[in-house]
């Protein structure tokens, strides 16, 4: 008798070797055999569940930053901690910065897939944003909007070009515990009334 079968498990696999195929190789250069091949599942079964490459991409690409969101939602009223929790969680899931790279680099300034879903995904982080420049814990001298791409443009980078970062400011430990600080009372300066 056979194993029984678990959808539920399979899109699971499927999802994660789809995370690690993207991230290394972009959505022009990841494969869906490849995929097929890490999650243990027919190639069939990843268009059943997903649609296209593109497609599998978008669903992979708004489910990480979901979790994102869930896992460090923008705090206004600790911008510091916020930026400190930011950073451990790229540091943690590398992934998510290079999915949103290899997004940019293939699609450009052209719209995305699920762009509208994108949109409101963003406008709550900028109302969180606006709620704190409302309350005045935040300057309200920099839209709300243009605030949150500039904190997480500082706080980001770091992750995304860590051979600029070893060059720059060392790779030990004393080297990057320093540049966090300084990464924390910029965006402290930036955010401050």
Not at 53 to 75: G, Q
Not at 132 to 161: H, M, S, Y
Request: hydrophobic share 45%; glycine share 6%.
């Amino acid at each position: 008798m056979g194993a029984a079968r678990d959808p539920e498990a399979t899109k699971a696999r499927i999802f994660e070797a789809a995370v690690a195929e993207f991230a290394r190789h972009g959505i022009a250069g990841a494969r869906i055999d490849r995929i097929a091949a890490e999650a243990k599942a027919n190639k069939q079964l990843i268009y059943a569940y997903f649609g296209n490459k593109a497609e599998l991409f978008a669903i992979v690409l708004e489910k990480k930053m979901l979790h994102l969101a869930e896992a460090v939602p923008v705090d206004p009223d600790d911008i510091e901690g916020w930026v400190d929790r930011l950073m451990d969680y790229h540091a943690a899931h590398p992934e998510l910065l290079r999915l949103l790279f290899w997004e940019g680099l293939e699609y450009g300034d052209t719209e995305l897939p699920h762009e509208s879903d994108r949109r409101e995904h963003y406008a709550r982080k900028v109302a969180a944003l606006q709620d704190g420049q409302d309350r005045g814990v935040v300057t309200d001298a920099i839209p709300a909007a243009d605030l949150l791409f500039l904190l997480t443009a500082l706080a980001n980078w770091t992750a995304v070009v860590p051979q600029m970062r070893r060059i720059l400011v060392g790779g030990e430990d004393p080297g990057r515990d320093r540049l966090r600080t300084s990464v924390k009372e910029a965006a402290r300066r930036l955010t401050a009334r």
